[in-house]
């Protein structure tokens, strides 16, 4: 004999919610959020090349990189991989310079890189859902345990 589940007086309420969730998660990012995402990287970006960062700065520029990577390689501007790995070896080697000289900013090579891969990720969060935003997330934390990505700072994400 099998006993019913006691009754939730609160499903309807969560059946709701979740598919408000789930509706929400399939569209691109309003406007207006995909300016305050570009905004945060793009004045690190200035910090770095300017000489005012430090590694708060360094961290917000390679997060961004980091997921615009994760982007890439799920089919929003694949063929921009490459781009964005010379950027994220320019963020490297200004990390590297930093912990020798405790200057932060990136060379010139770095600069170009970087410039570049912010156009391509600006692009992607205009067409990526928040789910993808999500996803990649998920997955540069699972590649940071995992020991595959170069960022210590991507738990700051909420």
Same mark, same amino acid.
């Given at each position: !004999?099998?006993?019913?589940? #006691?009754?939730? #007086?609160?499903? =309807? ?5 979740? +598919? *408000? ?6 569209? #691109? ?15 690190? +970006?200035?910090? !770095?090349?300017?000489?005012? /960062? %430090?590694?708060? *700065? ?9 997921? =615009? ?8 501007? *694949?063929? +921009? ?7 994220? @070896?320019? /963020?490297?080697? =200004?990390?590297?310079?930093?912990? &020798? ?9 770095? !600069?170009? =890189?970087?410039?570049? /891969?912010? @156009?391509?990720?600006?692009? *992607? ?8 935003? &999500? /996803? ?8 940071? %345990?995992?020991?595959?990505?170069? @960022? ?5 994400? #909420?």
């Amino acid at each position: !004999m099998s006993k019913r589940k #006691p009754y939730n #007086p609160n499903k =309807a309420a969560q059946r709701t919610a979740s +598919f *408000q969730r789930a509706r929400e998660n399939a569209v #691109p990012l309003a406007d207006d959020q995909i300016a305050d995402l570009s905004i945060a990287f793009r004045i690190a +970006f200035d910090l !770095m090349i300017t000489g005012h /960062a %430090d590694e708060q *700065q360094w961290s917000t520029c390679t997060v961004a990189l980091n997921i =615009a990577l994760i982007l890439a390689e799920r089919g929003f501007g *694949q063929h +921009f991989v490459d781009d964005i790995n010379a950027a994220l @070896e320019g /963020a490297f080697r =200004a990390r590297v310079r930093a912990q &020798r000289t405790g200057a932060w900013g990136y060379d010139g090579a770095a !600069m170009t =890189a970087i410039k570049r /891969a912010f @156009e391509i990720h600006e692009a *992607q969060i205009e067409n990526a859902t928040r789910a993808d935003l &999500r /996803a990649a997330i998920a997955e540069i934390r699972q590649r940071i %345990d995992d020991g595959v990505v170069f @960022e210590q700072s991507v738990s700051a994400i #909420p």
